[in-house]
């Protein structure tokens, strides 16, 4: 199984051309991503929404 990052606005950037052999490895660039930011005073429409998604084989 492979896994990618998607955009939910559909843009590719440096994130979403990266391809991951494992879930966790695509987590774990997002966390290192979001880290900074705390969900009560995250401003979340100026960054980018992602998510992990896999690969049909």
Known sequence: MKFRIKRQDGIEDHITCQEFDKYDDAYDLLD????????????????PYYEIKQEKA
């Open 32 to 47: 290192e991503i979001y880290a900074d930011i705390c969900c009560s005073d995250a401003d979340y429409d100026d960054r």
